[in-house]
């Protein structure tokens, strides 16, 4: 016989749930791809459930939206996933605390990646190197990162970001410190291929850690804070090379204390937990609950009621990467880092080898040749003074690169940046005098790192969680291809033709610009999809009942 239908009343009176019925509730959280996200069900209707939730089938997907917790004054009862976990916790101690502690770690991998622009003049005096063998020294860690960033984005999917974040580190640490100790050029190649190698698994890693803990609102504000404290690792080890480079043999110094950063980072990651969405997706389903209460404890925040929906997900690997529906939009993000990553990277070779060599007068103003003890030619002070305003020109960037991707849409923001860095680079090739040369190099540092923010904001949005940590890896790691052939032929070429080399650029800057245009998907306020499921990812759209917490992002 069947059960009479039941209805409920608010106690304050509010007709919000009235009309709901035993055929309406969620079993479990469902919605079909024909309907828009605002007609999806929501944690507020999972709430009339007045029985114990059943377990959902196994084989039965959850592609379940982010939704806002209940008015005061209901008990949710039903059944929540992530999303709403994270979506519930809001931007707390929780997250802060990860927050800089992913952000210590960006600072140190960005002083580790500039530290082979600053060195590489004095290695070659040191050891009588050649233009290729001079050349060969940032590229093999932009090489390498290439390896890192794929095979720790493959071991993130499989064993968790965060032990990938912690052996990497271990690793990086040790290899550091053996490369401000190496007698001869190849142990030093050895250990600087060791340290790319580490330093790229941990960027991407971390991009995914800290992307998987936050809000959808906050993804962006949060993309910028680490890009902006990458820089100030960057600026940092200007700021050392300043002081340090002088000394005798000063790139030893240089590179010991760029570890410095990486121990403080090793040192409180160890109170970091898993990313709850590696656990969620993987059926641990203890560790994740353990993850959560932590969680709402140092929020302070309520914690929902009800059952947390826990499946095991087969973790994805390098084919999930380029599968459908995925194949195109993977295509033109890799065709995009590897365009990106030539061009950022790039341009931190191209700035110092254009004063050095006078390009339209830029050294007019102070000295850019300094000799060592050995009477060879390495950077100045003025020209490591020059790249700390370089490094400073990337945060108008940044700034405008968050304020486009939450306003216009990331795929717009992306636009303006590659257009109006093609115009800057374009720009460079005809020598107008040395203040426009300026600008014009100013312009190009601040487009690319707009260019770079969109696309990490844009990257981790677009993949599942089950895959997310291989394909940010794959890409990442490619992206590197990108910058190690950058930097490679900014080094080399700079020794040949300089029109040549800023030839590259343009090139580069026209297959972006195509590349962006054809850009379909966007990804703006749209929850992380967790699981293999196909169909409407739900979005945070404003206005409605839907939002009255969050907002829209």
Wanted: net charge negative.
């Amino acid at each position: 016989m069947a059960e009479p239908e039941r209805r409920l009343t608010p106690p304050d009176g509010d007709d919000l749930l009235s009309g709901l019925t035993e055929q309406t509730r969620l079993k479990p959280r469902q919605y079909k791809s024909n309907k828009s996200p605002r007609d999806q069900p929501t944690l507020l209707q999972a709430a009339v459930r007045d029985d114990p939730p059943e377990k959902p089938p196994a084989a039965t997907p959850n592609p379940s939206p982010a939704s806002t917790p209940p008015p005061d004054g209901y008990e949710n009862t039903g059944i929540y996933d992530v999303n709403d976990v994270i979506e519930r916790a809001g931007f707390g101690y929780y997250q802060l605390k990860a927050v800089i502690v992913i952000a210590i770690m960006s600072f140190a991998d960005a002083a580790e990646i500039w530290l082979a622009t600053l060195i590489v003049n004095n290695l070659k005096c040191e050891w009588n190197l050649t233009s290729f063998e001079k050349a060969t020294i940032p590229a093999i860690v932009y090489l390498f990162y290439a390896f890192g960033s794929m095979m720790s984005g493959y071991m993130a999917d499989k064993i968790g970001r965060y032990w990938v974040l912690i052996i990497n580190s271990y690793i990086l640490i040790i290899s550091a410190i053996a490369s401000a100790l190496s007698p001869s050029y190849v142990i030093f190649l050895i250990c600087r291929a060791t340290t790319g190698f580490c330093i790229g698994g941990n960027y991407g890693c971390s991009i995914v850690y800290i992307q998987e803990m936050v809000p959808i609102r906050y993804r962006s504000i949060n993309m910028f804070f680490f890009e902006l404290v990458f820089g100030f690792g960057a600026i940092f080890e200007c700021a050392l090379a300043y002081f340090v480079m002088s000394w005798h043999q000063g790139w030893r110094y240089q590179v010991m204390f760029t570890v410095a950063p990486i121990i403080i980072m090793l040192v409180f990651m160890h109170f970091l937990d898993e990313s709850p969405r590696y656990l969620v997706i993987n059926n641990k389903k203890e560790d994740a609950q353990r993850v959560i209460a932590k969680m709402y404890k140092e929020n302070k925040v309520e914690p929902l009621k009800g059952d947390l929906y826990i499946r095991e997900e087969r973790s994805g690997g390098m084919v999930d990467v380029w599968a459908s529906p995925h194949t195109w939009g993977s295509i033109q993000l890799s065709i995009h880092f590897l365009c990106n990553m030539f061009l950022f990277f790039g341009i931190t070779m191209m700035v110092p080898e254009l004063m050095s060599r006078n390009y339209c007068s830029l050294s007019m103003f102070f000295e850019t040749t300094r000799k060592d003890e050995t009477s060879c030619t390495v950077y100045s002070d003025a020209e490591y003074l020059f790249l700390i305003v370089t490094n400073l020109a990337c945060y108008p960037g940044f700034f405008a690169a968050t304020w486009l991707a939450d306003c216009l849409g990331r795929k717009p923001a992306m636009m303006v940046s590659v257009y109006g860095g093609a115009v800057s680079t374009v720009l460079l090739l005809f020598c107008f005098n040395s203040y426009v040369t300026y600008v014009e190099l100013a312009a190009c540092v601040i487009f690319y790192s707009a260019y770079n923010q969109v696309l990490w904001i844009y990257t981790p949005e677009f993949y599942a969680t089950y895959m997310r940590g291989t394909a940010i890896g794959v890409q990442n790691g490619l992206g590197k291809f990108g910058a190690a052939a950058g930097t490679f032929l900014t080094t080399y070429l700079m020794e040949v033709n300089i029109t040549y080399c800023i030839g590259c650029f343009v090139g580069v800057q026209i297959i972006s610009c195509l590349t962006v245009t054809f850009l379909k998907k966007e990804t703006q306020g749209q929850v992380m999809q967790d699981g293999r499921e196909v169909g409407e990812n739900s979005r945070i759209t404003s206005g409605g009942p839907e939002v009255t917490k969050y907002g829209s992002e």
